[in-house]
Structures are given as structure tokens and as C-alpha cells.
């Protein structure tokens, strides 16, 4: 029954912003690491950002110094704020969770929530 339902996503302008979130819910008990991955048309998916338990962050060169990943452990959500935005953003994002439930460990994904960068 776990679950994670993502928010923030939508149509945006070169150069602006949006925050995604993704929250996790569920009979949670650990989670080890959050991610966020995107996938545009006929593309693969690929990671975008990742954040351990431990607060250690890793990106993607191509959103270097633009995005931010950031975590709120206590409310098991994750988040990506993203600036400077540019059309080769433009995909689904997904948010990914590597967690202990009931059914061990196992990642999880959410939904999907289009961004789209206009030029």
C-alpha cells in the first residue's frame, strides 16, 4: 500500500521555476534514498537528482547550479526545485524511493508529472 503522489509540475517559460514535490506514504519504515528521473519523448529515463537518508546529493551535469534536491525526512516527502529552466528540460519527472515497508526493500515511483519549458 505504498504509495507517492507527485505535485508541481506544469507549463513554465524559459528561465523560470517550478518545485516538485512527491510524497510517500504508506506502512513506511526506512527510506534509504529519493530521487527525481525524467523521461522526454522517445528518450530513456534518466536521473536527475538523488538524495540519501544521509542528506548526500548527487546530480546530473546538465542541471548542475539550476536544480535542487532537498528532503523532509519526517514527512517522507522529497522535493526539486528547479530554476533557470530551459526547453531541454522539458520531460515527465518522476519521483523515485528506495524504502522499507512491510514488503522490505523496494523502490517505488510516482505517477509522473509533465514539466514543459516554451521557449
Known amino acids: 500500500q505504498v504509495q507517492l503522489v507527485e505535485s508541481g509540475g506544469g507549463l513554465v517559460q524559459a528561465g523560470g521555476s517550478l518545485r516538485l514535490s512527491c510524497a510517500a506514504s504508506?506502512?513506511?519504515?526506512?527510506?534509504?534514498?529519493m530521487g527525481w528521473y525524467r523521461q522526454a519523448p522517445g528518450k530513456q529515463r534518466d536521473l536527475v537528482a538523488a538524495i540519501t537518508s544521509g542528506g548526500s546529493t548527487n546530480y546530473a551535469d546538465s542541471v548542475k547550479g539550476r536544480f535542487t534536491i532537498s528532503r523532509d525526512t519526517a514527512k517522507n516527502t522529497v522535493y526539486l526545485q528547479m530554476n533557470s529552466l530551459k526547453p531541454e528540460d522539458t520531460a515527465v519527472y518522476y519521483c523515485n524511493v528506495y524504502l522499507w515497508s512491510t514488503q522490505g526493500w523496494k523502490n517505488y515511483w510516482g505517477q509522473g508529472t509533465q514539466v514543459t519549458v516554451s521557449s
Open positions: 504508506g506502512s513506511i519504515f526506512s527510506i534509504a534514498t
